[in-house]
């Protein structure tokens, strides 16, 4: 059975950090690309980062690079989202992703397993 399960969510100040985590089973991790993604109230979701299957390369979305970083450990079978300085406009229910894909996926229907995600909260 296919799992993702997200943590590290919460409800913080603006500037403050979060680490979120994914923790995946049922499934070959060491061979998927890891993305996290995020949908705010009303919008729809979008990318945010996304990591290769061997942590060699990484992208994110512009509006968090620089804030923001992901990685993996793959003796844990866990991806992680290292979220600094963040504002109100981060606030959404993030969502970590696997994908079969060789390079770094930034679309949601390059993914094939969803986790149920972890809500962030940021008050201005």
């Known amino acids: 059975q296919v799992q993702l399960v997200e943590s590290g969510g919460g409800f913080v100040q603006a500037g403050d950090s979060l680490r979120l985590s994914c923790i995946a089973s049922?499934?070959?991790?060491?061979?998927?690309?890891m993305g996290w993604f995020r949908q705010a109230p009303g919008k729809e979701r979008e990318f945010v980062a996304a990591?290769?299957?061997?942590?060699?390369?990484?992208t994110s979305a512009d509006s968090v690079k620089g804030r923001f970083t992901i990685s993996r450990d793959s003796a844990k079978s866990t991806a992680y989202l290292q979220m600094n300085n963040l504002s109100p406009e981060d606030t959404a229910v993030y969502y970590c992703?696997?994908?079969?894909?060789?390079?770094?996926?930034?679309?949601?229907?390059?993914?094939?397993?969803w986790g149920q995600g972890t809500l962030v909260t940021v008050s201005s």
């Open positions: 992703a696997a994908s079969l894909t060789t390079t770094v996926e930034t679309t949601t229907t390059g993914y094939t397993y």
């Open positions: 049922g499934f070959s991790f060491t061979w998927y690309t």
């Open positions: 990591i290769n299957w061997n942590g060699g390369t990484t």
